[in-house]
């Protein structure tokens, strides 16, 4: 059984960066395409972005483009989320989901972490 585990999120100034890593256990994320989610508080769970087993991604968020980057690195059995440049309607509860072909769509996705929390705010 596959299980992801999401670390890296916490408390960051506009402007700042922060590297959000998904890590796998039970089996290989080779399979995999991952997916990351994003969920404010009061609002729906949105897509940030997914990459394709083969190592493509295959969409970001408009609201993401060119400030997040997305990669993954099956040898060390991980994907992560580079944010740069964030911004206060970044905060969120970060998800990485799996499943074996890309989405934009949560409802596609069988396996998720817990999620970690990341605030941007001065």
């Known amino acids: 059984q596959l299980q992801l585990v999401e670390s890296g999120g916490g408390l960051v100034q506009p402007g700042g960066s922060l590297r959000l890593s998904c890590a796998a256990s039970g089996s290989t994320l080779d399979y995999y395409g991952i997916g990351w989610f994003r969920q404010a508080q009061g609002k729906e769970r949105e897509g940030v972005s997914c990459?394709?087993?083969?190592?493509?991604?295959?969409y970001y968020a408009d609201s993401v483009k060119g400030r997040f980057t997305l990669s993954r690195d099956n040898a060390k059995n991980a994907v992560y989320l580079q944010m740069n440049s964030l911004k206060p309607e970044d905060t969120a509860v970060y998800y990485c989901?799996?499943?074996?072909?890309?989405?934009?769509?949560?409802?596609?996705?069988?396996?998720w972490g817990q999620g970690t929390q990341v605030t941007v705010s001065s």
């Open positions: 989901a799996a499943q074996l072909k890309c989405s934009q769509w949560a409802t596609a996705f069988r396996y």
């Open positions: 990459i394709s087993r083969s190592g493509n991604i295959t």
